[in-house]
């Protein structure tokens, strides 16, 4: 096992660098960089800029109207070259593609993200300020999830074409087809003070005086923030990991090993917890980092920004919208070394819960 755990570590390698290679030459073909951007703001197409660039006022007195075409970018005309040119440098596009691609991949081995274009702050500490609500949210829809999906998926496999099964199936069917961005609109209206009740917040992780509650109050007050958008995020999460359990528990029941397990007398129970527990799940598994990725990232955009949280989804979204390349790269590194981690953790679980796989037989 050690063997494959270090060629899957040294495969992270080429993986990563795979991922960042394709994204970065993407974004060299992509129209409305951050100079563009600034551009159309100094040009009167878009906010004022001045505030937005670190040093941005010796820039700004550095440029004026009557200089030569500058048709690299749309709307330079009439700026100075010069300006330009500073420009370019201060968000490092100064530099050939490949020389800012190889000093990107050699910062981040480092974890070293640099600053963002536009917010003043490292892409380090903007990450780590978005953490908790990220955290919160995928971190409890997991367990939300595979704590009521999993048995009932056991229990409709069991109940395989009876009443329950047949209109438990409805519901889930009917939750994953509403969007979680309607559903959570939905819950705003009812129960955050739209045109019925105020029971919920709608604002935030916690309040503004939870420095001042106490331990338990605190405790009331994180949950309490969190209802609504745990419920919207949960009607939709249910469904695959449902279905998928009971599929997988159907497919087993109905082998021979079961059938076996069953005419030597043992209990029910332990038929299907002792024997086909194992082998089901193994599915379940496969998908978990998939699961782990989407719930902590793009699962939770929409509602990050329905319920006004502000995570690392909706920095990641805005970060794409303003051009905002360290937040883009940054994050992207995070959670594709994220994702190859989880995947490997994985494969690890699956050794544990089934003894007869073994990957160091097998090519990576």
Do not use: C
């Not at 599915?283 to 793009?298: L, M, Q, R």
């Amino acid at each position: 096992m050690g063997a494959y755990i270090l060629r899957r570590l040294l495969l992270m390698i080429p993986t990563m660098i795979g991922i960042m290679g394709i994204s970065f030459l993407v974004v060299q073909f992509a129209p409305g960089g951050p100079v563009e951007q600034v551009i159309a703001q100094l040009t009167g197409q878009g906010d004022s800029a001045s505030d937005r660039l670190s040093g941005g006022g010796d820039l700004l007195g550095s440029q004026g109207g009557g200089f030569e075409d500058n048709s690299r970018y749309r709307g330079a005309q009439g700026l100075d070259p010069e300006f330009i040119a500073k420009l370019e440098q201060q968000f490092g596009f100064d530099k050939p593609p490949l020389t800012r691609f190889l000093d990107m991949m050699w910062d981040y081995i480092r974890f070293d993200f640099g600053e963002s274009f536009f917010r003043n702050a490292s892409v380090m500490d903007l990450i780590i300020d978005k953490l908790p609500v990220s955290i919160s949210l995928g971190f409890w829809i997991l367990i939300i999830s595979y704590l009521i999906s999993i048995p009932l998926g056991i229990r409709k496999a069991v109940k395989d074409g009876s009443a329950f099964d047949i209109w438990t199936s409805g519901i889930i069917i009917v939750g994953y087809a509403v969007p979680s961005f309607l559903f959570g609109i939905l819950l705003i209206v009812l129960f955050a003070g739209g045109s019925f009740f105020d029971w919920f917040p709608l604002r935030g992780l916690v309040s503004e005086n939870f420095a001042q509650l106490t331990w338990w109050e605190k405790i009331i007050d994180y949950f309490w923030h969190l209802t609504l958008p745990l419920i919207a995020l949960s009607l939709s999460a249910f469904a695959t990991t449902t279905l998928l359990t009971k599929n997988s528990f159907l497919d087993e029941i109905r082998k021979q090993y079961v059938v076996t397990a069953r005419a030597k007398g043992l209990p029910e129970r332990r038929v299907l917890y002792g024997h086909v527990f194992r082998n089901a799940m193994l599915i379940v598994i496969a998908g978990f980092p998939g699961a782990f990725i989407s719930a902590f990232f793009t699962g939770s955009l929409l509602i990050e920004n329905i319920f006004s949280l502000d995570g690392l989804g909706r920095l990641g979204y805005l970060a794409v919208v303003n051009r905002d390349y360290p937040i883009v790269f940054g994050t992207l590194y995070i959670f594709s070394l994220m994702g190859l981690v989880v995947s490997l953790i994985s494969d690890l679980i699956y050794t544990w819960i089934d003894p007869r796989i073994d990957f160091e037989r097998r090519d990576v």
